[in-house]
RNA sequence: GCGAAAGUGGCGGAAUUGGGAGACGCGCUGGACUUAGGAUCCAGUCCCGCAAGGGGUGGGGGUUCGACUCCCCCCUUUCGCACCA
């Protein structure tokens, strides 16, 4: 029969929430800051997140055994779509939809008992929260990154509507399947590029964050160094600036080009029959979808302006185009087109039979203009160069920039890839923007004093119009300017929701303040985060967002620290049996109330733990209850057949007064302590139990009279408690080894002397192939060694007319003996 | 295309400063206890072979006394970036 879970989970929960168990403390001894991210209430919660909050809650409940201080929050990220669909599709509130799913998952979060202090709870849709979204807008705009700019966005022509990226499906309107185009809007900007450099700098002090996730922030961020140079336009003498990495190629420009949005196109004189064509060229490429225009490697087109552009170095004179594979946005929009040595530019001097000139030769041997299939990208000698021929590329490249500088034609430039953070949202569900447009001061904040800006409520249509549905609820719109006290509108846009999760971990600490964002001294106790644990999936967003805010807050005075988390944790996937990815159009999502009301949550708890390393993607399957289930029974009925325990828990045994079977638990025992700790460190949750499978094996070879068998029987509840938090607190009440709860015993230490082993296994090789085992002595000299396996039987059989050439020891491992 | 990670029994997975491949668990086979067993316990379970023995960590080569582990080439899968001048 299985145990009762259904009973012990109950009284256990009651007692945790009547004792307050997982209250934050207020004084400090030693602090831990465990969080999880902030989860999407879209319903229930589901496997996903229980394995997420498992792996947070077993090292919570580790590190309070260990006599850590705790602050293990949870909010709700509840400002989002979902919710506004939720609203067109059923005709439901935002709002009700939002606090519904919460309860519901709150509830689930509760029956699974993680050890959440539930007073720290946030929830970013109420004022209380958003109020200081606006704050720091305000901030932000006070110090300059902050800014307006038009930006083009992403419009259905049909429903004329903004569309999120999400809701662009390979170019078309997720509704009605037209294909999407683009629409310059006035948008708000973070200026995070302000903090390019530093953002990635301090990558290199993350000492506790994945190389992954490392990696693709520095791609992300995408520092690229070189040299803005201004060529001239033929006739006008209008600057023609261009950005490059290999200025030594610069004599090798045959053509330039330029964004079709380029502003210069606007302004600049074509002759009628090119200016037609650069026009309805500029008309195609603005229709054309970011995966058209961006995913096609290998066909570029353009067309020719008429014009020609002066190389400031050669004085050459080379056609100038308009082409879509040259992006607005990076560099200066404008490129030198150097087809010998970049694989883009050769493509399309090949396409509109532009000429090719080689200024770089590889070393050994010589390209030839007519014979080159492709471009020769890597670094070189100089040829064709004028005053810079013979020179390397490297050398090349310093010399030209020198140049370049000194005679005022161009400066040293550093790009990013990086590009602000566009936080304007067409859409109701967000925080409102704490902005006042006045006909007469122009865009002005809303006073601190009038915070927060509170998002009207009531009969709203949802249905995005191609501008903010707040836009046409003139309650809300129409106020007075807060410095002329005329007649104004407020912003209708409202905030990206990344913005709530950018420093929401902060408010956790002092999430009932309503007199300022958080109380300084408070959050210096508790930050930085010391194990933050979410999916890999918000490598680049969120997680950049995070540490930019972080940053931000710091240089404003207000946090200690300039980085947010100590150890990052990227924990797997939840596949279903098939390897899907569980969701609920497909209806293969798995409830975890549906697994813990039929088997319990411990056991689901160790089966999801055990059934794969927590960082690798894992198949849910309920095979894997099978063994945990079983595992836990058999703990469980250690606990039946021992009374209350009269062990000494500091006590430690002299292993040389043991009996055999005694000494080898007990050194099981030690070498488990230590496995287990050392796993939960490293969050290798899957060996930790595995650990603890192998121990309870040998400790069932043992006697039960045995003291050794009580001790170890006591350990193993202690080690087992941040696993089976339920199981444990059933076997702590009984043997009476903590009061209240097993969360106040002290985690065990093992005991040195107990590892150390005198006889041990040594492995005995003829060529590298195992032959025989040898027990012996620890320490054994090397000769000694040797001569024991040479005494062999068994090795005697291998040696046979065969000649030793040597012998190889690796001391208290092995000896291989090599013959001929 | 570029970058990163990975590939081990029927299955999930262990083991890497180079030293006993397959820990632990599932499943399966046989047995014990049973009126019964989807409970529990015992034994077995990488492959070929009656055995002795041989082979074996995606494939091929290499370094080494010795390679799942290190190096080179190739194949497959997953993820990230996708014209960044």
Redesign the pocket.
Known sequence: ?PYNFKEIEAKWLKIWEETGLYKTKENLQKKFYCLEMLPYPSGDIHMGHFRNYTIGDVVSRYKMMQGFDLLHPLGWDAFGLPAEEAAIKHKLNPKDWTLNNISVSRATLKKIGISYDWDKEIITCQPDYYKWNQWIFIKFFEKGLAYRAKALVNWCPKDKTVLANEQVEAGKCWRCGTEVTKKELEQWFFRITAYAERLLADLDKLNGWPE?VK??QR??I?K?E?VEINFTLEKTGEKLSV????PDTIYGVTFMSM?PEHSLLKSMEMEPKYKKEVESYIGKSVLKSDIE?????GE?DGVFTGRYAINPLSGEKVALWVA????AT??T?I??GVPAH?Q?DFLFAKKYNLPIKIVIQPQGQKLNEKEMSEAYEDEGTMVNSGEFGGLSSSEGIKKVIDFVEKKKLGQKKV?Y?LRDWLISRQRYWGTPIPMIDCPKCGIVPVPEKDLPVILPEGDIDYIPKGRSPLEDVKEFIETNCPKCKRKAKRDPDTMDTFVDSSWYHIRYIDNKNSKEIFDKKKVACWMPIDLYIGG??HA?GHLLYFRFFTKFLHDMGYLKVDEPVTKLFNHGMVLDAQGEVMSKSKGNVVSPIDVINKVGVDTARLAML????SD?E??WTE??L???E??L??VYRIGESLDKSVVDLKNKFDITTLSDSEAVTYRKLNQTIKKVTEDIEAL?F??A??AM??FI?VL?GLDRNSPVYTYSAVNLALILAPFAPFMAEKLSEKWGLSKGSVFKAQWPSYDPDALKEEEI?Y?V?V??R?RA?LEAPVGLQDEELTRLALGSDKVK?YLKDKEIV?T?V?PN??V?I?VK
């Open positions: 029969m992954n990696t693709m791609n992300w995408g690229s070189g950005f490059t990495t290999r964004a225009r961006t995913a096609t490697i570029k879509d594979y040259v992006l990076y560099g929009g490129v030198m970049d883009r790009n890839k890999i999936t680049t055990f059934a794969a390393p690798k894992m198949l095979d894997g099978t063994g945990t079983r595992f029974n058999r290798q899957n060996t139990i595995a499978m192998e094996n069932d296994t492995v090789q060529n590298g195992l085992t059989t040597k190889i690796v491992k092995l291989n090599v």
